[in-house]
């Protein structure tokens, strides 16, 4: 089991740039596979972008060649750069991790892309 722990989240215009993190703790980080997912309001929760133990990367077409996910396992951390960020962007954003047949899921962190 982990335990994750959100941060990076806020307000940003049209166009701009956003990093989130994700710090775990409580067990072996490196092991896990890593994603973040989001949720808009009225919408259903969509994976947006994901990172295996080994490295492997995979994202929603919409935000393909805009997102990065990346991971440092020296820090227990995995990472979402946003960039170009668009309105249809906003919505609150998920840490998840899975070890097999567990999954652990973070608070979430609200995304707002307005001017």
């Known amino acids: 089991q982990v335990q994750l722990v959100e941060s990076g989240g806020g307000l940003v215009q049209p166009g701009g740039s956003l990093r989130l993190s994700c710090a775990a703790s409580g067990s072996d980080f490196s092991r896990h596979n890593m994603a973040w997912y989001r949720q808009a309001p009225g919408k259903q929760r969509e994976l947006v972008a994901a990172i295996t133990s080994s490295g492997t990367t995979n994202y929603a077409d919409s935000v393909k060649g805009r997102f990065t996910i990346s991971r440092d396992n020296a820090k227990n951390t995995v990472y979402l750069q946003m960039n170009s960020l668009k309105p249809e962007d906003t919505a609150v954003y998920y840490c998840?991790?899975?070890?097999?047949?567990?999954?652990?899921w973070g608070q979430g962190t609200q995304v707002t892309v307005s001017s």
């Open positions: 998840n991790a899975r070890l097999w047949l567990w999954t652990s």
